[in-house]
């Protein structure tokens, strides 16, 4: 009885995954078609996002249609666009996004030099004119965040100005 026992092969742990590659390796080995960024691996062309750990992924999306497809057209416009992560994307500091700083800087002094009470900048008519007749009026927050965010800033601001006019 025992010639019929039949015995599973040794098991076989090894993954067939790189362990380590990275994305920079891949993008020396297949050349301009590829590049990296954020840790990232990016088709140039396409503009999606590959699994740098397994070659075959690459290889197989190199020899689609529609890489071929989109490398033709990428290779007809001649203009090179690159995807950005979004830890990339959030880091940029666009000037909408400095003068809506400023703006809410100059909003909060304003009040303070005039003896207007934050609580006034949630009213909805105040709310109404600054949309309407103030760039980036609209981006005014409540008073409660005016008074949390940009209130110590306008003080320590002020505080400095009249120690240095004191000097």
Do not use: W
């Amino acid at each position: 009885m025992e010639r019929f026992v039949v015995t599973a092969p040794p098991a076989r742990n090894r993954s067939k995954t790189a362990l380590y590659v990275t994305p920079l390796d891949r993008v020396t080995e297949f050349g301009g078609e590829l590049h990296e960024d954020g840790g990232k691996l990016f088709c140039t062309s396409c503009n999606v996002v590959l699994n740098h750990v397994r070659k075959s992924a690459i290889s197989d999306h190199l020899k689609s249609k529609t890489h071929t497809k989109r490398k033709a057209e990428f290779e007809e416009q001649n203009v090179r666009k690159k995807q950005r992560p979004l830890t990339a994307s959030l880091q940029c500091n666009s000037t909408a996004q400095t003068e809506k700083v400023s703006v809410i800087q100059d909003f909060v002094k304003m009040c303070l030099e005039a003896n207007i009470p934050l609580e006034k900048a949630d009213h909805p008519a105040v709310r109404a004119f600054l949309s309407r007749h103030v760039k980036n009026g609209g981006s005014i927050p409540k008073s409660d965040q005016l008074r949390r965010a940009y209130l110590p800033d306008g003080y320590e601001n002020e505080n400095q100005l009249l120690n240095s006019q004191e000097c």
